[in-house]
């Protein structure tokens, strides 16, 4: 895999494979964000550059990185027997600057973010998350590795992870979803709802979570293309978002709902000088 660094004209980290053509570009320094994946010669992400040009705004388009929360907490606290820290949603390492480095097998780069000044007021961890993004044929393997560098006989580091991917769709009117079970959550109502329902109403704006089933295949028929979410566990929850007019659907595995740091339901921990792994994979298939 060849890299070429940022130059004068585009702030993006490029990463191709010279055997396939199919490519990455990251911008680490704007909270880790992969900014695009080229597969096939077709890229998969939306990405608004024109918002991601001012700072004061939030993206909207790529894979934005949800840590250490999934969503929000009751008064965008996290509360610990060490205190109450302010924790907005999703979490601070989307808007933190992280570094990159090419993986030892060359056919990816990792991403990398350590706890600092920025993150302490925030979660009183010490802690290391690395990503990993490996291209492989028609596909995107996506690793999570975070640890807790505490010293021996600190607390365990609790989190929750998800990815926000942004992938491009031609006709959100054609959109199909597969491989969903037929009960999901809304988020919009924060209640229980019917997965056919909230499919029915993917261009009016939904935002829900289903329980992991296995794959999740979004087929866009316009696009000629269909792109499926591989989870595993623990970070097997799948989070449907579509926010139009724009030409994208979200389909973002998560490790835990919303409020789980809160409820304890599926807070992931890790011990003191340990390290815990979570993955996925994105695959492309041509129609």
């Known amino acids: ?68 929360i999934c969503g929000n907490l009751p008064g965008d606290a996290l509360v610990l027997p060490q205190g109450s820290f302010p924790l907005a949603q999703h979490g601070f390492a989307r808007d933190l600057p992280w570094s990159i480095a090419p993986l030892a097998d060359g056919q990816g780069v990792v991403l990398h973010l350590e706890d600092g000044p920025e993150s302490r007021p925030h979660f009183p961890f010490a802690f290391a998350l690395d990503l990993e993004l490996s291209l492989q044929p028609s596909a995107l393997a996506i690793t999570a590795r ?17 990815l926000h991917p942004y992938i491009a769709v031609a006709d959100l009117s054609r959109v199909r979803l597969e491989g ?8 919009l109502t924060m209640a229980p709802a019917g997965t056919a329902d909230q499919l029915s109403r993917l261009e009016q704006g939904v935002d829900f979570l289903c329980t992991g089933q296995g794959p999740a295949r979004l087929v866009d028929p316009a696009a000629g293309r269909a792109v499926t979410l591989h989870p595993a566990a623990p970070m097997d929850l799948v989070v449907v978002w579509s926010d139009p007019p724009r030409p994208m659907l979200c389909l973002e595995p998560w490790s835990g709902p919303r409020g789980a740091l809160s409820t304890g339901e599926r807070r992931l921990l890790v011990p003191a000088g340990e390290s815990l792994e979570l993955g996925c994979r994105y695959s492309v298939e041509r129609l």
């Open 146 to 162: 975070i640890t807790n560098r505490g010293e021996a006989g600190t607390a365990a580091l609790p989190f929750s992870l998800g």
């Open 1 to 68: 895999m060849t890299l070429q660094p940022p130059s004068a004209t585009s702030p993006q980290w490029r990463f191709t494979d010279p055997a396939s053509g199919d490519s990455l570009t990251a911008v680490p320094e704007r909270g880790g964000l992969v900014t695009g994946w080229c597969c096939g010669g077709k890229e998969i992400l939306y990405f608004d550059a024109e918002r991601f040009a001012d700072p004061t705004k939030s993206v909207r388009g790529g894979i934005p990185v949800l840590f250490p």
């Open 180 to 187: 969903l079970p037929a009960d999901c959550f809304d988020h």
